[in-house]
């Protein structure tokens, strides 16, 4: 008999590579999905690999309403396994509270359903967002406790509640792992994620910053999710991070994998900052996410440092390095853009 798993956000860009992951080791996989349109940008990222319609017709797709707990608590019945990789995004000031209540009451909803329904076991994908920071560029690692979400973007904010209500299920006595990725890389629906670094560089890109942080491939992130539930390991958070680059040398990885200039002019702080005060009058007057804010003005150019080290020694892998993402994700961009 094949173990079930249910996949919360299936049709996402993290979450569409979780259920190639998980049909590829031969489960059954039960996958959430919002509209049609999602479902539609979930087969064209499968379509990167395989045959995407046979892949896509193996999944038993379920409409749930992430916000109702009975959809929720009928979507966990008979399943062994849940990965909940489902998040609001949005960097919109405007959306913060929504945003911050929408992720914790889905992770708790989550949380719950599963203990009524007494699956075998959760993995609650989170994020290095809901990690704190160090001081002289010493490595950032589970340990690493937030100290305040203030100043935090509501998206930070909303996945470190959302991991304390995973962690009251593990006190109440679910068997559940939380997983931390870092910056995710590799290829998805270019207009969205971070896969928009792709499309962007591709159309030409000047600016530059010289900030650092963690990156990681989305099929190493799929493949800790199937491990994590297999093993016996519970009550535990890994931080997934395979490399610390700066974004400078990021762009210029994409620029050369697409064969596009390199940015040639850095983005100093006080010109990130007048970016994001314009931005946020813009998305205040016409309602769309800024371009820039000031949370990811700040972070254009904080240098921080992630281990990802746990997670390799305890499940005995090795990440996928950066560079063949980078070169793996670009190739799918440039097919995809010559069958148009």
């Not at 690692?141 to 995973?166: G, N, P, R």
């Not at 799929?222 to 974004?247: D, K, P």
Request: one cysteine or more.
């Amino acid at each position: 008999m094949q173990p079930t798993v249910l996949i919360t956000g299936a049709t996402g860009f993290l979450g569409i590579h979780v259920v190639r992951e998980f049909l590829q080791a031969g489960y059954h996989v039960k996958g959430t999905f919002r509209n049609q349109a999602s479902q539609t940008k979930a087969k064209q990222v499968l379509g990167y690999y395989e045959d995407a319609d046979a892949l896509f017709n193996r999944v038993e797709w379920v409409n749930v309403d992430m916000l109702d707990y009975n959809d929720v608590l009928k979507a966990v019945q008979s399943v062994h396994y849940v990965v909940h990789a489902a998040a609001e995004v949005s960097f919109n000031p405007r959306f913060k509270h929504r945003i911050i209540e929408n992720n914790t009451l889905m992770a708790s909803y989550i949380a719950d359903a599963a203990i009524e329904a007494g699956i075998k076991k959760l993995c609650h994908i989170s994020s290095i967002a809901a990690l704190g920071s160090t001081i002289n560029g010493e490595p950032i690692t589970e340990e690493t406790k937030l100290a305040s979400v203030k100043d935090q973007s509501a998206y930070s904010t909303s996945k470190f509640y959302a991991e304390m209500e995973v962690w009251r299920a593990i006190n109440s006595g679910l068997d559940a792992v939380i997983l931390n990725p870092s910056v995710i890389l590799g290829a998805g629906d270019w207009k969205t994620s971070s896969s928009t670094f792709i499309s962007t560089i591709a159309k030409g890109l000047s600016f530059y910053s010289n900030g650092v942080t963690g990156f990681v491939d989305v099929r190493d992130v799929a493949l800790a999710s199937r491990l994590a539930l297999e093993s016996t390991v519970s009550a535990e958070r890994f931080v997934l991070s395979a490399e610390n680059i700066s974004y400078y040398n990021l762009f210029c990885n994409i620029a050369k994998s697409l064969n596009k200039p390199t940015p040639k002019f850095k983005a100093y702080p006080i010109l990130l900052k007048s970016i994001a005060t314009i931005s946020s009058f813009y998305s205040y007057i016409t309602g769309r996410d800024p371009l820039v804010t000031p949370q990811s003005a700040r972070s254009a150019w904080r240098k921080c440092y992630y281990s990802g080290r746990k997670f390799e020694e305890q499940f005995g892998v090795k990440y996928t390095p950066i560079s063949q993402t980078i070169d793996f994700a670009c190739r799918c961009y440039l097919n995809s853009n010559r069958k148009k």
